[in-house]
């Protein structure tokens, strides 16, 4: 297996199969708002905490209103998952003959893709900008497999248009351009076929 180091990118090529694994790309503007939101959440689980249990002993979570507990049980567990991904999160892509998957991990947890080689339309560098602004754009990043520096199309959508994936959150252009030729040189079958389009 042979490895190399791309600009914080570390790729490993095993004949069969390239690796590339990275951490995600870190936006400060997002991780102070994540950390207020997530601040923001725990304080108001000890108002709850506060107004329906402390002052009847023997009460358990179950006395806190059911509303209360559907809108920030899930809220708390989502944003804590996305600054963690902001601050720790790895993203990985596998790349073999049959198939590319693009997954996210944080803390053991992880999200992926798996994009069947037969629907790719072609692995480029991508058109759209890779810059902090992307990054400090709202929406929950963890599950987001639309940003990076390198774009795969698969496939269509309901409406025709053709679906676009991304990864590479951390790469510069010249990078991604290596990294999208060492791509073409071992499968070939991950250039365009047909017309470009997206990005």
């Known amino acids: 297996m042979m490895q190399m180091t791309i600009q914080n990118y570390i790729t490993e090529d095993t004949g069969a199969r390239l690796k590339f694994s990275s951490p995600y790309r870190k936006s400060w503007l997002m991780i102070s708002v994540l950390a207020m939101a997530v ?4 304080a108001m689980f000890l108002f709850l905490l506060q107004q329906f249990i402390l002052p009847e002993a023997g009460n358990s979570l179950m006395a806190i ?4 507990l559907i809108i920030f049980l899930p809220l708390g567990v989502i944003t ?3 600054l963690l991904w902001h601050l720790r999160g790895l993203e990985i892509v596998e790349i073999t003959a049959s198939q590319i998957t693009i997954k996210h991990q944080v803390l053991g947890l992880s999200v992926s893709k798996t994009l069947p080689a037969q629907s790719i339309g072609g692995v480029f560098v991508s058109k759209l900008k890779n810059d902090w602004f992307t990054y400090s754009a709202r929406g929950m990043k ?3 497999f639309k940003n990076g520096a390198i774009a795969i199309n698969y496939g269509k959508s309901l409406f025709g248009s053709v679906k676009t994936y991304r990864f590479g959150s ?3 252009r010249r990078d991604a351009e290596q990294v999208v030729r060492l791509i073409h040189k071992r499968f070939p079958q991950y250039k365009y076929r047909g017309k470009k389009s997206a990005g």
């Open 39 to 42: 601040a923001g959440t725990f």
């Open 65 to 68: 209103p059911l509303p209360a």
């Open 170 to 172: 951390i790469l510069a």
């Open 142 to 144: 963890f599950t987001n």
């Open 80 to 82: 804590v998952l996305d």
